[in-house]
C-alpha cells in the first residue's frame, strides 16, 4: 500500500483476524462545534430599528429573535418563517420601552417558558424582571417592579443567562472581565438571588467581555469579545458551575463578517451559531457542526464513504494485538479517491472543497498505547 513506509509496525504484526470485506459505518454530528465554525453568508440588518444594538437572544424553537438597543432603549421582535434561518427573519413591527428602568439596556432573557423577561441594565447595574401574558410576545411585557443590583460584582454589566430550572443565574461584567454565579432560592425569581461567591474571569482570553452562552447540556461557555474580536469556548467539568470553567484554547474569528462581536447565540440544537455585530448593526449566522464516522474494525477491513464536511473518522474493535494496518479507507468525493491504511480526520476542522489542498492526517496505535503519526498531501474532497 502506498506510503506505508511512513509508519513503524511494531515487531512487524499487523492485523489478520477480519475478511476483505465491506464493514460496519456508523455516521454522527454533535453541535457547538466551534472548531469546525464557518459562515453560511447570511446576515440579517438591524439598522432600522436601532444603530446601537448590544444583544440578540432567541425564543428556544427558533421562531423568534430579540434584539436590545441603546439608541431607542427598547427590546424589538422578529419572527424567524423558518427556525433558525436568518434569511427568513423579519421584524414584527412590535417593541418593547425599558427606559423607565434603565437608559442603557444592553440585553434581555426569559425564563423556560416565555412568562417572564430579564432585562440587563447598564446605567443602574442590575437586573431587571419582567410578566409577559402571552409567552415571548413583548407587547404584553409589564414590569414586575422587581430588581437585582450585580453592582457589587461589577460596574459595566453585559449579559445574564440562567441555568435550565432557573435556580442559577449568570452574569458578565466587562469592567472586570469575570462571569459571576449567583443562586435563586425560588426559580426565576429576582427577588430571591444571591450571590454564590464564585466567578470566572476571562481577561486571559479577552479585555473586552461583551457576552456569553451557554451549550444546553451547561458542559460548554462561549464568550463573545471585542479586544480581541471573536467568540472563545470554554468546558465546565460540572455543568453550570463557573467554579469549574476552564478555556478549551478553541477560538473563532468573525472579523471578515464585523470586527466587533457583542453577542453570541446557539440553536437549540448548537449546529448554528449567531453573533451581533456592531461595526454593520448586523447580525451573522454560521454553522457549527462536526461531523464523526465510527469504522468497526471487527465487521470487515474494506469502508467507504462521502463526507458531509468536516469529518474525524475512528475505529471500533481493533485486534487484540499488534497493528491494525490491515484495512482500507477510501473516502469519495468528486469521483476521486484517497487510500489511507489508518485513522484520519481534516486538519484544522476545515471542511473539505473540491479545490483546496490540505494534508491529510493518519494515525496508528499499537496495542500498548504507542501512536506513531504519518501524512500525505491530498486533495480535500467536496
Do not use: H
Given at each position: 500500500?502506498?506510503?506505508?513506509?511512513?509508519?513503524?509496525?511494531?515487531?512487524?504484526?499487523?492485523?489478520?483476524?477480519?475478511?476483505?470485506?465491506?464493514?460496519?459505518?456508523?455516521?454522527?454530528?454533535?453541535?457547538?462545534?466551534?472548531?469546525?465554525?464557518?459562515?453560511?453568508?447570511?446576515?440579517?440588518?438591524?439598522?432600522?430599528?436601532?444603530?446601537?444594538?448590544?444583544?440578540?437572544?432567541?425564543?428556544?424553537?427558533?421562531?423568534?429573535?430579540?434584539?436590545?438597543?441603546?439608541?431607542?432603549?427598547?427590546?424589538?421582535?422578529?419572527?424567524?418563517?423558518?427556525?433558525?434561518?436568518?434569511?427568513?427573519?423579519?421584524?414584527?413591527?412590535?417593541?418593547?420601552?425599558?427606559?423607565?428602568?434603565?437608559?442603557?439596556?444592553?440585553?434581555?432573557?426569559?425564563?423556560?417558558?416565555?412568562?417572564?423577561?430579564?432585562?440587563?441594565?447598564?446605567?443602574?447595574?442590575?437586573?431587571?424582571q419582567?410578566?409577559?401574558?402571552?409567552?415571548?410576545?413583548?407587547?404584553?411585557?409589564?414590569?414586575?417592579?422587581?430588581?437585582?443590583?450585580?453592582n457589587?460584582?461589577?460596574?459595566?454589566?453585559?449579559?445574564?443567562?440562567?441555568?435550565?430550572?432557573?435556580?442559577?443565574?449568570?452574569?458578565?461584567?466587562?469592567?472586570?472581565?469575570?462571569?459571576?454565579?449567583?443562586?435563586?432560592?425560588?426559580?426565576?425569581?429576582?427577588?430571591?438571588?444571591?450571590?454564590?461567591?464564585?466567578?470566572?474571569?476571562?481577561?486571559?482570553?479577552?479585555?473586552?467581555?461583551?457576552?456569553?452562552?451557554?451549550?444546553?447540556?451547561?458542559?460548554?461557555?462561549?464568550l463573545?469579545?471585542?479586544?480581541?474580536?471573536?467568540?472563545?469556548?470554554?468546558?465546565?467539568?460540572?455543568p453550570?458551575?463557573?467554579?469549574?470553567?476552564?478555556?478549551?484554547?478553541?477560538?473563532?474569528?468573525?472579523?471578515?463578517q464585523?470586527?466587533?462581536?457583542?453577542?453570541?447565540?446557539?440553536s437549540?440544537?448548537?449546529?448554528?451559531?449567531?453573533?451581533?455585530?456592531?461595526?454593520?448593526?448586523?447580525?451573522?449566522?454560521?454553522?457549527?457542526?462536526?461531523?464523526?464516522?465510527?469504522l468497526?474494525?471487527?465487521?470487515?477491513?474494506?469502508?467507504?464513504?462521502?463526507?458531509?464536511?468536516?469529518?474525524t473518522?475512528?475505529?471500533?474493535?481493533?485486534?487484540?494485538?499488534?497493528?491494525?494496518?490491515?484495512?482500507?479507507?477510501?473516502?469519495?468525493?468528486?469521483g476521486?479517491?484517497?487510500?489511507?491504511?489508518?485513522?484520519?480526520?481534516?486538519?484544522?476542522g476545515?471542511?473539505?472543497?473540491?479545490?483546496?489542498?490540505?494534508?491529510?492526517?493518519?494515525?496508528?496505535?499499537?496495542?500498548?498505547?504507542t501512536?506513531?503519526?504519518?501524512?500525505?498531501?491530498?486533495?480535500e474532497?467536496?
Amino acid at each position: 500500500m502506498a506510503n506505508n513506509k511512513a509508519f513503524k509496525v511494531k515487531n512487524g504484526i499487523s492485523a489478520t483476524r477480519y475478511l476483505l470485506s465491506g464493514g460496519v459505518e456508523t455516521a454522527g454530528s454533535e453541535g457547538y462545534s466551534l472548531a469546525n465554525a464557518s459562515y453560511d453568508n447570511v446576515s440579517f440588518s438591524i439598522t432600522s430599528q436601532d444603530d446601537q444594538p448590544f444583544g440578540i437572544t432567541f425564543k428556544p424553537d427558533g421562531t423568534k429573535m430579540y434584539l436590545v438597543g441603546n439608541t431607542n432603549d427598547r427590546v424589538f421582535q422578529y419572527t424567524l418563517s423558518t427556525a433558525w434561518d436568518l434569511s427568513t427573519a423579519s421584524y414584527d413591527s412590535v417593541s418593547f420601552l425599558v427606559s423607565s428602568q434603565d437608559g442603557n439596556p444592553m440585553r434581555v432573557s426569559f425564563n423556560d417558558d416565555g412568562t417572564k423577561m430579564y432585562l440587563v441594565g447598564q446605567l443602574t447595574d442590575s437586573l431587571y424582571q419582567y410578566s409577559l401574558s402571552t409567552a415571548y410576545d413583548i407587547s404584553t411585557a409589564s414590569y414586575d417592579s422587581v430588581s437585582f443590583s450585580v453592582n457589587a460584582q461589577d460596574g459595566l454589566v453585559y449579559n445574564v443567562a440562567f441555568n435550565p430550572d432557573g435556580t442559577k443565574m449568570f452574569m458578565l461584567g466587562d469592567a472586570t472581565d469575570s462571569a459571576y454565579q449567583y443562586s435563586l432560592s425560588t426559580a426565576y425569581d429576582l427577588s430571591t438571588a444571591s450571590y454564590d461567591s464564585v466567578s470566572f474571569s476571562f481577561a486571559s482570553q479577552n479585555t473586552t467581555c461583551t457576552g456569553f452562552t451557554f451549550s444546553d447540556d451547561g458542559t460548554k461557555l462561549f464568550l463573545s469579545g471585542a479586544s480581541p474580536d471573536g467568540i472563545f469556548q470554554y468546558t465546565l467539568s460540572t455543568p453550570f458551575d463557573l467554579s469549574t470553567v476552564s478555556y478549551s484554547n478553541i477560538s473563532f474569528d468573525g472579523s471578515a463578517q464585523d470586527g466587533a462581536a457583542f453577542s453570541v447565540e446557539f440553536s437549540s440544537d448548537g449546529t448554528k451559531m449567531y453573533f451581533l455585530g456592531r461595526t454593520n448593526d448586523t447580525v451573522y449566522q454560521y454553522s457549527t457542526i462536526a461531523y464523526t464516522q465510527t469504522l468497526d474494525l471487527s465487521t470487515g477491513t474494506t469502508f467507504s464513504f462521502t463526507p458531509s464536511g468536516a469529518t474525524t473518522v475512528s475505529f471500533t474493535n481493533p485486534p487484540a494485538s499488534g497493528l491494525a494496518c490491515a484495512f482500507t479507507v477510501e473516502i469519495n468525493g468528486d469521483g476521486s479517491t484517497i487510500t489511507w491504511p489508518a485513522s484520519v480526520k481534516w486538519p484544522s476542522g476545515t471542511a473539505p472543497t473540491a479545490t483546496a489542498t490540505k494534508e491529510l492526517y493518519a494515525f496508528i496505535t499499537t496495542d500498548g498505547g504507542t501512536t506513531y503519526y504519518g501524512k500525505q498531501a491530498a486533495t480535500e474532497l467536496a
